[in-house]
Structures are given as C-alpha cells and as structure tokens.
C-alpha cells in the first residue's frame, strides 16, 4: 500500500510568483485535503478536495487554489506568492465519510524570497 | 461550537520518566478525538484515536490517553519517555459539517523535550 506522497520537497521563490505543489493520496483515499504549517505553529487548514471539487476551505483568500484528479490526486496552487507565504504545505488523504484519521505525506517545504 | 486547548506548550522530561501532555476540548456533540505526533521536518503521523468506543485508548510507540467526559479531557500519557519521543504533539477534536464532512480542529502543539 503507497501511502500519501508530496512534491516536490523543498522549493525556493520569489514575491510575486506562482507555485505548484503536488500529492498523490493514499490507494484507496478519495478525499484530500491541504494544510499550511508556518514554522513553530500548527497546521491551518488550507481545504479539502472530494469528486474533484473543493469541500469546504479555511481562511484563505483566492489565490490559494486547488484541483483534484480522476485518480484522486491533487494540486495546490499559490499565485502572487508573499513572504508570509513561506510555510510546510501539508497534504492528507482519507475515506470520504470515515472519522478523522488522516494519513499525511512529508510535506513540501516552500521558502518565498 | 468545538475547540481544543493543549494547556502546555512546552513539556520536558527526562529519558526514562513518565510523559504527560494535556489536551481539553469542547464540543457540542460526541467528540471524535485525536493525537498527532510530529517529528522534525517530518509529517504528521496518528498516535491514536478515541471515537465513542473505549475510553482508555492505546496507541502506537507506548502512548496511550484517556477521555474523560466529565472533565471533558483528553490527556496523553506514557508510563516512560524514549529520546525518540522528542517530537510535537498535537490534540485534534473531529465535528461534523453539512454533508457529514468532518471539520478537524487542531490545537496549538506541546514541544516535548526528553533529556538524557
């Protein structure tokens, strides 16, 4: 059983910029969600993906878009990319409708200059 | 509504001493509730899950946590710390949306440090 993968790792851009982060959920995992994890804080919930479409979201503005693919994989984008923007992007995968275990990948890390 | 508050941000311990983390919640319907553990530059991985079933739950690594309605806590325990415990832990309660969408809540984290 693969479980849930993330790339790329590590990642370095500028103000301004657009970036693309992205997940393979676990076999069998058709929800995916995305969280952003600043340095020394806990993980805020960016959204959710279920039947390739978002499924509820957290307090983030527009630019943070997603998609979700026939084979459940997803994308995270970021356009017009700031400092504060500089965080661990979290991916998890579960059974739509089971309870909140989460399986997580590693996380790519994104740095904004 | 549903919240949850690690009461420690930071706990040390020693190698060999028993690891406390507290964790309470509020929720207005029967809690689904969680213990994520972090280790440096990793992801989250499950330590453990309550869900109506047992109230004294045992998970991976020696951990186990009790919930306890009445005190509406949620508190983690290990009878003794491991260096590789060293890691950030972080309570999760589980409430339902529209649509039996569950919305997690996550708490801030507790820093356990064990010391040799």
């Known amino acids: 059983e693969t479980g849930v993968t993330q790339s790329p790792t590590h990642l370095i851009k500028t103000r301004g910029q657009q970036v693309t982060l992205r997940c393979s959920s676990q076999s069998g995992h058709n929800t995916v969600s995305w969280y952003q994890q600043a340095l020394g804080q806990g993980p805020q919930f960016i959204f959710q993906y279920y039947r390739e479409e978002e499924n509820g979201r957290g307090n983030f503005p527009p630019r943070f878009s997603g998609l979700q693919f026939p084979n459940y994989s997803s994308e995270l984008n970021v356009n017009a990319l700031e400092l504060d923007d500089s965080a661990l992007y979290l991916c998890a995968s579960r059974p739509w409708g089971a309870g909140g275990e989460l399986f997580f990948g590693e996380g790519s890390r994104l740095t904004v200059l | 509504a549903q919240s949850v508050t690690q009461l420690d941000s930071h706990v040390s311990v020693s190698e060999g001493t028993p690891v406390l983390l507290r964790c309470n919640y509020s929720?207005?319907?029967?809690?689904?509730l969680f213990w994520y553990v972090q280790h440096p530059n990793k992801g989250l991985q499950l330590l453990l899950k309550?869900?109506?079933?047992a109230t004294l739950v045992k998970g991976i690594n020696g951990f186990e946590a009790e919930f306890k309605k009445s005190e509406t806590s949620f508190h983690l325990t290990k009878p003794s710390a491991h260096m590789s415990d060293a890691a950030e832990y972080f309570c999760v309660v589980s409430a339902h949306n529209a649509g039996n969408n569950r919305k997690l809540i996550w708490g801030l984290g507790t820093s356990l440090a064990v010391n040799p």
């Open positions: 929720s207005s319907y029967s809690p689904s």
């Open positions: 309550y869900t109506s079933a």
